[in-house]
């Protein structure tokens, strides 16, 4: 694989349709684009052109052509974008001469990588590019497009560009002691690494909101058997996901359905009933619920209300838990449950449905944090950023100035993972801009 290589690929879906996006990006783009079309249509502008077999001079199609000359393309590299029929024959047919002109099918995700490479954007850019790909939900859609966007890319810049500087007066400090210089560099240099560790440690502390939002919440219904959480979850999801039966210990394993609740993606997971289980696969399946629970990000504890609350619920009304008194219908809702106030439903009337929506739906927006903040969204973001964090601390307490050098060095290198920038030519620059050593 290499840049050298002028690729192609669709950039639209898979399967028939009226049009089909073709997308080239290389070096010979310009050269490949005037073999096929006849020439180069004007920058930016649609132009209707007969694209011709380069070989035989076959007509292959009737296509809009856009030419996109670098650097100011998606890539930073000379691009084109075919739209063509969408007919499997016309787009083999094009894909072949492309080929045939010196081109080469790309591989996954080698156009956003070209476009990293060549300064177009971030690692987290290009990661929010694909969760932007990825999104199911409106507030997903938000986070995405705000990190294709940059707002981790500026974030994360502006940490980097301070913490260059940090390491640029701590170098110039060290090296050209005998110069002209303040003489409190190394002093500034703890106490800006002071401030970028509180601001890197308020920033973490984010309970996982972004990486919860991207992957998604997992709610789990538990409760004793007969307690009406497998109506509970196809009241919610509005279908038929789970069997309901008055038989004691129906569901022996997790039935799961997906929700979006206030543009958060939910998985629901109704679990096994919790009692002394009668048999292996009961015993096995109160086992996955009580697994389940303990991976969820919120837990629904259910109660009927024609039965005394039974001890095995009881024991997860944690702080968070939503706690749920069905069967109105049958019996009125107590006041209290384990110290909690339950709300009252009926999973068979749909009395309280909506306020359990509603509740559902808050508590999706809190965990989530469908909010307008950059959020960290995957784990490598919070593993960079904890190491950095670490070295800016050691940074604080170093004893000798060089040691002061090498954490800021090494926060720096975190940051450079995270982002996917960082070079000595950087901390130069500063040193003699900032300083003119040497003049």
């Known amino acids: 694989m290499s840049q050298q290589d002028t690729i192609f690929a669709m950039a639209s879906g898979a399967g028939r349709g009226a049009v089909a996006v073709l997308r080239m990006s290389g070096p010979a783009s310009a050269t490949i684009l005037q073999g096929l079309a006849g020439g180069l249509p004007e920058a930016r502008r649609a132009s209707l052109r007969r694209l011709r077999a380069p070989q035989t001079a076959e007509v292959l199609d009737h296509a809009l052509v856009l030419w996109f000359p670098g650097p100011a393309s998606y890539t930073g590299e000379d691009s084109a974008e075919l739209h063509l029929h969408g007919g499997p024959a016309v787009i083999a047919a094009v894909a072949q001469a492309l080929v045939a002109l010196g081109a080469r099918p790309a591989e996954p995700g080698e156009f956003t990588r070209r476009a990293f490479l060549n300064g177009r954007m971030d690692l987290t850019a290009a990661e929010g590019i694909a969760?932007?790909?990825?999104?199911?939900?409106?507030?997903?859609?938000?986070?995405?497009?705000?990190?294709?966007?940059?707002?981790?890319?500026?974030?994360?810049g502006g940490w980097a560009d301070r913490l260059a500087r940090l390491l640029a007066h701590q170098e110039a400090a060290i090296e050209f002691a005998e110069d002209d210089l303040p003489t409190d560099l190394g002093d500034r240099a703890r106490a800006g690494a002071a401030a970028l560790r509180a601001e890197m440690a308020t920033h973490l502390a984010d309970e996982g909101r972004g990486e919860r939002l991207r992957e998604g919440l997992l709610v789990a219904i538990l409760g004793a058997p007969n307690a009406g959480k497998s109506s509970l979850l196809n009241a919610l999801a509005g279908r038929e996901a789970a069997i309901v039966s008055a038989r004691a210990g129906t569901t022996r394993d997790v039935v799961e359905v997906r929700l979006d609740l206030a543009g958060v993606p939910v998985t629901l997971a109704d679990t096994a009933g919790l009692r002394e289980a009668q048999d292996e696969i009961?015993?096995?399946?109160?086992?996955?619920?009580?697994?389940?629970?303990?991976?969820?990000?919120?837990?629904?504890?259910?109660?009927?209300?024609?039965?005394?609350?039974?001890?095995?619920?009881?024991?997860?009304?944690?702080?968070?838990?939503?706690v749920l008194a069905n069967?109105?219908?049958?019996?009125?809702?107590?006041?209290?449950?384990?110290?909690?106030?339950?709300?009252?439903?009926?999973?068979?009337?749909?009395?309280?449905?909506?306020?359990?929506?509603?509740?559902?739906?808050?508590?999706?927006?809190?965990?989530?944090?469908?909010?307008?903040?950059?959020?960290?969204?995957?784990?490598?973001?919070?593993?960079?950023?904890?190491?950095?964090?670490?070295?800016?601390?050691?940074?604080?307490?170093?004893?000798?100035?060089?040691?002061?050098?090498?954490?800021?060095?090494?926060?720096?290198?975190?940051?450079?993972?995270?982002?996917?920038r960082v070079g000595v030519e950087d901390i130069l620059d500063i040193v003699f801009r900032d300083f003119c050593i040497g003049k």
């Open 131 to 156: 969760d932007l790909i990825a999104a199911e939900t409106e507030a997903q859609r938000r986070q995405a497009l705000r990190q294709a966007d940059g707002a981790l890319a500026r974030l994360y």
């Open 282 to 322: 009961e015993l096995e399946g109160i086992r996955r619920a009580r697994r389940r629970a303990e991976e969820a990000d919120l837990v629904l504890a259910v109660f009927a209300t024609d039965a005394p609350p039974d001890a095995e619920t009881l024991a997860w009304i944690r702080p968070g838990a939503v």
């Open 327 to 420: 069967k109105v219908d049958i019996a009125p809702a107590p006041g209290l449950i384990g110290g909690a106030v339950p709300l009252p439903v009926s999973a068979r009337t749909g009395v309280g449905l909506s306020n359990l929506r509603d509740r559902l739906a808050a508590e999706a927006a809190r965990l989530a944090g469908a909010g307008d903040a950059a959020l960290l969204t995957r784990p490598r973001h919070r593993a960079a950023l904890s190491e950095a964090v670490a070295w800016l601390a050691e940074a604080e307490v170093a004893a000798l100035p060089e040691l002061v050098s090498e954490a800021l060095r090494a926060a720096l290198r975190s940051l450079g993972r995270l982002t996917g």
